[in-house]
């Protein structure tokens, strides 16, 4: 038999180092909604750390450098999300995606992140790796909404659009309700704004049966 030891034991590291990750981007997050983006600290994160405090300092050396590991976990497992769901219905994926920007109940600590996102967005025409993530982000969405009405488009679901430019404008109202909502934080105006752009798109994208 083959002697798999230093194989099992590189795996057990990347599951240890996988698992701590996670662990920090947690503690991002939960920092994030609790304080906000100016107040959150790395004492307040080191706060939300499950695991060893010295371990996220050995990590990190100040709140910048874990923002932008934050924004890129974030970006990947987007990636990964929009991946798997590749063979859904068009429509129902793009519903889908509306719905993880403008969810139908949005809680507490999901409003308070999303305030936070907003602050940090703010500091973006400042802070050149701000930027860099959260323009990533912005493309990861936009090329997801682009593929959906690709793929619509294709099958027949869809009308014929110029998807790219279909995209922008959907991506640019999504955030532009969500910015409005958040910053007043009135949960309505998310939802009456949500229903009208669904409504809209029902109407003016949809194949008629």
Known sequence: MADTS???????????RDDTTE????????ALSKHGYPE?????????????????????????EILNDF?????EELETSFEEESDDDPYEQLIDLLNRVL???????????RQAFFEIRSQAPHNQSYYDQIKRTDE???????????R???????????PAQQAEYI???????????????????????RAVLIDQLERTLLVDE
């Open 71 to 75: 924004f890129a976990f974030v970006c």
């Open 6 to 16: 230093d194989t099992d034991h590189t795996a057990t590291i990347a599951e240890e």
């Open 40 to 64: 959150t600290t790395m004492s307040r994160i080191a706060a939300e750390f499950e695991k060893s405090k010295s371990l996220l300092y050995y990590h990190y050396d100040g709140k910048e």
């Open 152 to 162: 619509g488009i294709e099958s027949g679901r869809f009308v014929d659009v110029e």
């Open 103 to 113: 969810p139908a109940d949005l809680n507490d600590e999901a409003l308070q992140f």
């Open 171 to 193: 991506f640019s109202t999504v955030y532009g309700i969500m910015e409005r909502g958040v910053t007043l934080e009135d949960r309505d105006l998310i939802e009456q704004n």
């Open 140 to 150: 990861i969405f936009i090329t997801a909404l682009t593929t959906i009405l690709e």
């Open 23 to 30: 662990a920090i981007m947690e503690a991002v997050y939960l």
